[in-house]
């Protein structure tokens, strides 16, 4: 029996690993969650999985939360905000942490539960954007396992499995696209959030959604595949594949390629995550390749798409660029989504912010904390002038 908490439990990966444990309770029982305010799923999760600690955003969350609980019943504990994800990451008895948090708040709650022995399934990309080598020295220093729930990051770790990492020559991640693949670059300044949130084969959160449409989302799994496969930027290469059949492949030196493919269902990503290194019986369908008739690739639009471009200068920069990146970019979608800026904005508020920064070099956490918050302040105060 493995004991899982799950950061992020009501969110759409959190979710499907939840279905995921329901679906082999003989291998599989959830001992603490996390969500934000989403208290009405979060009660029902509780219901069904019986918990023993729950951890929601803030008190106002907590309270509603108390009252929907039925009194009469073994209710769990109840904790609040950062201190508590943390406390949840690192709860006695868990063996797997499930980080499906959306954006900077995945980096303390990941470091508390390496820091506490538990392996961790992650599908917070931002963490090793923010922190990539203060999270894998940790990893390391622990002895504890990170794998990847991304279906990119799964792929090349599913590629890799059984291979020499020296003889890995490449990494190709594939990228949908994302809704404007086709749409000119002239006609992307009136797009609306609708709009961009209608992922031709995706179904996904509103942040990922939104960096999907700018390839923000490949820029930063681009960081993330860095850290996590010890692979330089510059051996890592951004295939848009429109079907999104193929979910990323590797190359080798002797000019072998490997892929990994299956239809667009994350619940394979995270059914692997969790009972690696054996392979759950889903009942998925694969792939109807005859039907499918053709698989097509192509290069990135860096034009067009100019986010990706700004998250390789990150990467290139190094220290703590990649968390300026980060930040400016959540805040500039947080604006996006709530008509604050036009899509065409989120680019330009993000080049602003990286432009403005002074580099750390090989920071420390709190250097890097530090600049996620300089950096909030900076693209939130450029959100006024987005042309600066």
């Not at 009660?43 to 609980?69: H, T």
């Not at 709860?91 to 990941?110: E, K, M, Q, R």
């Not at 954007?129 to 599913?158: C, N, T, W, Y």
């Not at 995270?270 to 499918?292: C, K, Q, T």
Request: proline fraction near 6%; include cysteine.
């Amino acid at each position: 029996m493995k004991h899982l908490c799950i950061l992020g439990s009501t969110w759409s990966i959190g979710c499907n690993a939840l279905h995921v444990a329901e679906m082999f309770p003989e291998r599989f029982s959830v001992k603490a969650l996390a969500a934000g305010r989403n208290v009405a799923r979060l009660a029902a999760q509780i219901e069904k999985f019986r918990p023993e600690m729950v951890v929601v955003i803030d008190r106002k969350a907590a309270d509603e939360l108390s009252q929907r609980l039925p009194a009469n019943g073994a209710s769990p504990r109840i904790r609040v905000g950062e201190e508590g994800y943390r406390e949840a990451a690192s709860l006695a008895g868990v063996d797997l942490v499930v980080v499906a948090v959306v954006g900077a708040a995945g980096l303390l709650p990941t470091l508390a539960g390496i820091d506490s022995g538990k392996d961790i399934a992650l599908a917070n990309k931002e963490t090793l954007v923010m922190a990539g080598q203060i999270v894998m020295d940790r990893v390391a220093s622990k002895g504890v396992q990170l794998l990847p729930i991304d279906s990119e990051h799964s792929a090349i770790f599913q590629c890799l499995n059984g291979h020499r990492i020296e003889d890995l020559e490449k990494i190709h991640l594939t990228a949908s696209g994302g809704p404007f693949l086709n749409r000119p670059e002239s006609e992307l300044v009136n797009i609306d959030p609708g709009e961009a949130l209608n992922h031709p084969t995706w179904s996904m959160g509103p942040k990922i959604s939104i960096d999907s449409a700018t390839l923000m989302n490949k820029g930063l799994e681009v960081i993330e595949a860095r850290w996590l496969f010890n692979m330089p930027a510059e051996r890592i290469e951004v295939v848009v594949h429109p079907q999104s059949v193929v979910h990323s492949m590797v190359s080798f030196r002797d000019g072998s390629v490997l892929a990994q493919l299956g239809l667009p269902d994350m619940k394979t990503a995270i059914a692997y995550a969790l009972s690696y290194p054996e392979r759950l019986a889903l009942n998925l369908p694969v792939p109807d390749f005859p039907g499918i008739g053709a698989l097509t690739f192509q290069a990135p639009d860096y034009r067009k798409f100019p986010c990706l471009a700004l998250a390789f200068d990150a990467i290139r920069a190094g220290g703590t660029m990649p968390s300026v990146l980060n930040a400016a970019n959540e805040v500039a979608v947080a604006a996006f989504l709530a008509s604050t800026i036009a899509f065409s904005a989120i680019p330009s508020i993000i080049r602003s912010t990286l432009d403005r920064h002074a580099v750390v070099k090989d920071p420390s956490l709190d250097d890097i904390l530090e600049a996620d918050r300089w950096a909030r302040g900076v693209a939130a105060g450029l959100l006024k002038k987005p042309g600066s």
